[in-house]
T-cell receptor, first 112, second 114 residues
Framework: DAGVIQSPRHEVTEMGQEVTLRCKPISGHDYLFWYRQTMMRGLELLIYFNNNVPIDDSGMPEDRFSAKMPNASFSTLKIQPSEPRDSAVYFC??????????FGPGTRLTVT | AQSVAQPEDQVNVAEGNPLTVKCTYSVSGNPYLFWYVQYPNRGLQFLLKYITGDNLVKGSYGFEAEFNKSQTSFHLKKPSALVSDSALYFCAVRDNSGYSTLTFGKGTMLLVSP
């Protein structure tokens, strides 16, 4: 298996623009997680899905953030409009019943 | 709610010496504990886990961790450090609510000098 796949790996955009981050989980994993990592706040859980259904989005910072999982092999995290304080590394992770999560390589987002 | 504490922001050790990265946890019920490593510009990689059984858990790259229930600790150890072990290490505890969420510590930077 190729592991968790994220795209793009790097994204540079201007404030106010829409940003879409993509994730393909490991085949057969029924949980998918979106995290954000910054120096100031560390690793934060934004939202997670079980069997494509959002379970808890309490970590989503504000309404500018949204996430979808239209099928078992694809998820998106969208920021609209983007702001400089959204600059961070965004990780996607997936797991099955073995408990450990498998992380993608991350998307480094820079909003200018 | 569960929590994880990594009391050291950074650990410095010379190559060849033993290393310990500390972690304490708080969770209701039986703990499921994990260690992850993050190399620069990479995602987190799973190292090892404790679910049940032997208190000494062995994982990838020669790392091991000791579960101590009375001290609520799960310290990461390696008998002989390598320069290539230099990375950011995260301890995590699983939520016992029924979903597979993990609560992560803030991370400890391990620096191994030649």
């Amino acid at each position: 298996d190729a592991g968790v796949i994220q795209s793009p790996r790097h994204e540079v955009t201007e404030m106010g623009q829409e940003v879409t981050l993509r994730c393909k989980p490991i085949s057969g994993h029924d949980y998918l997680f979106w995290y954000r990592q910054t120096m100031m706040r560390g690793l934060e859980l934004l939202i997670y899905f079980n069997n494509n259904v959002p379970i808890d989005d309490s970590g989503m910072p504000e309404d500018r953030f949204s996430a979808k999982m239209p099928n078992a092999s694809f998820s998106t995290l969208k920021i609209q409009p983007s702001e400089p304080r959204d600059s961070a590394v965004y990780f996607c992770a997936s797991t099955d019943t073995s408990y450990e999560q498998y992380f993608g390589p991350g998307t480094r987002l820079t909003v200018t | 709610a569960q929590s994880v504490a990594q009391p050291e922001d950074q650990v410095n050790v010379a190559e060849g010496n033993p290393l310990t990265v500390k972690c304490t946890y708080s969770v209701s019920g039986n703990p499921y504990l994990f260690w992850y490593v993050q190399y620069p510009n990479r995602g987190l990689q799973f190292l090892l886990k404790y679910i049940t059984g032997d208190n000494l858990v062995k994982g990838s790259y020669g790392f091991e961790a000791e579960f101590n229930k009375s001290q609520t600790s799960f310290h990461l150890k390696k008998p002989s450090a390598l320069v290539s072990d230099s990375a950011l290490y995260f301890c995590a505890v699983r939520d016992n609510s029924g979903y597979s969420t993990l609560t992560f510590g803030k991370g400890t930077m391990l620096l191994v000098s030649p």
